[in-house]
């Protein structure tokens, strides 16, 4: 089996920081793409950051320039360092990853729990 796992959610202040980070495991091949994806309340679940394995990297225009997608392809990880957060950044926080499990070349995605992310003074 394979977990996706988040880990860095909280609250914070407008204009203050925020470090998310997932971490794969379990029976795994190779990842591809690695990314993260947010859900606002009433909203539809929206691309933020993704990240290839090579380290080509997309944002979401809301986010360029304040936050910054990176990945450990050793340790099967990717992080989301977000600055200058703004109240209408406040949303769950899913990650995402692009899977083969081993001697296998279908890819899978995986998908973690999410983690809250709440911005407000």
């Known amino acids: 089996q394979v977990q996706v796992v988040e880990f860095g959610g909280g609250l914070v202040q407008p204009g203050g920081s925020l470090r998310l980070s997932c971490a794969a495991s379990?029976?795994?091949?190779?990842?591809?793409?690695m990314g993260w994806y947010r859900q606002a309340p009433g909203k539809q679940r929206e691309s933020v950051a993704i990240?290839?394995?090579?380290?080509?990297?997309n944002y979401a225009d809301s986010v360029k320039g304040r936050f910054t997608i990176s990945r450990d392809n050793t340790k099967n990880t990717v992080s989301l360092q977000m600055s200058n957060l703004k109240p209408e950044d406040t949303a769950v926080y899913y990650c995402?990853?692009?899977?083969?499990?081993?001697?296998?070349?279908?890819?899978?995605?995986?998908w973690g729990q999410g983690t809250q992310v709440t911005v407000s003074s």
């Open positions: 990240i290839a394995r090579d380290g080509g990297t």
């Open positions: 379990g029976s795994i091949g190779s990842i591809y793409i």
């Open positions: 995402n990853a692009e899977i083969t499990r081993p001697q296998s070349i279908i890819r899978n995605t995986y």
